[in-house]
């Protein structure tokens, strides 16, 4: 079955890389683009970007200066990164598989970023 | 940017009631969007796509509508289980998420 699982540190320093990991099973990401998301009380959800199945990437255009997103297709995972934190990059990060509709989402993680 | 409007933010309903949500969007978005179901603690749940379509799995009470600005998810009977905060969300251009109804038990 589909799965998305993300991984990374949970707190972060400002200024700081946040790095998160989004390991898949059930589906090819050469098939499918990948997205993700954050969620936080003051920014609500926010789509961040997606690298789809062509390897090609888009960015939410608020955050493209900073933010990355790659994968390795034989380890079935997708990389985020995302460099001078501040304490409203405070969010649950989420992927999740598709560019259209994204269907599955994995379980979030919880990232804090302190001062 | 497309912004997107829901309203209510918050819904106040009883078990078995008609239930509507609504979403607009600053311009034309046509039929580029989803309806998500978030309860507490979890992660967003696919409702609708492309303004109508019901995903697999989702009971047949829920519903979507509209076009252009305008767009409803509808509940025809409410069930306890439904209790949840819903997002509208739109990928015409760029891709963005409304601010959510809350949906709670009146």
């Known amino acids: 079955q589909v799965q998305l699982k993300e991984s990374g540190p949970v707190l972060v320093q400002a200024s700081e890389t946040l790095s998160l990991t989004c390991t898949i099973s059930g589906f090819s990401l050469t098939n499918y683009g990948v997205i993700w998301v954050r969620q936080s009380p003051g920014r609500g959800l926010e789509w961040m970007g997606i690298?789809?199945?062509?390897?090609?990437?888009d960015y939410n255009s608020a955050l493209k200066s900073r933010l990355s997103i790659n994968r390795d297709t034989s380890k079935t995972q997708v990389f985020l990164k995302m460099n001078s934190l501040q304490t409203d990059d405070t969010a649950i990060y989420y992927c999740a598989r598709g560019g259209g509709y994204p269907d599955y989402w994995g379980q979030g993680v919880m990232v804090t970023v302190s001062s | 940017d497309i912004q997107m409007t829901q309203s209510p933010s918050l819904l106040s309903a009883s078990v078995g009631d008609r239930v509507t949500f609504s979403c607009k969007a600053s311009q034309n978005i046509y039929k580029y969007l989803n309806w998500y179901q978030q309860k507490l603690g979890e992660a967003p749940k696919l409702l609708i796509y492309?303004?109508?379509s019901l995903q697999t799995g989702i009971p047949s009470r829920f519903s979507g509508s509209g076009s252009g600005t305008d767009f409803t998810l509808t509940i025809s009977s409410l069930q306890p289980e439904d209790i949840a905060t819903y997002y509208c969300?739109?990928?015409?251009?760029?891709?963005?998420f409304g601010a959510g109804t809350k949906l709670e038990l009146k």
């Open positions: 690298i789809w199945g062509d390897g090609n990437t």
């Open positions: 492309y303004t109508n």
């Open positions: 969300y739109q990928y015409n251009s760029g891709n963005t």
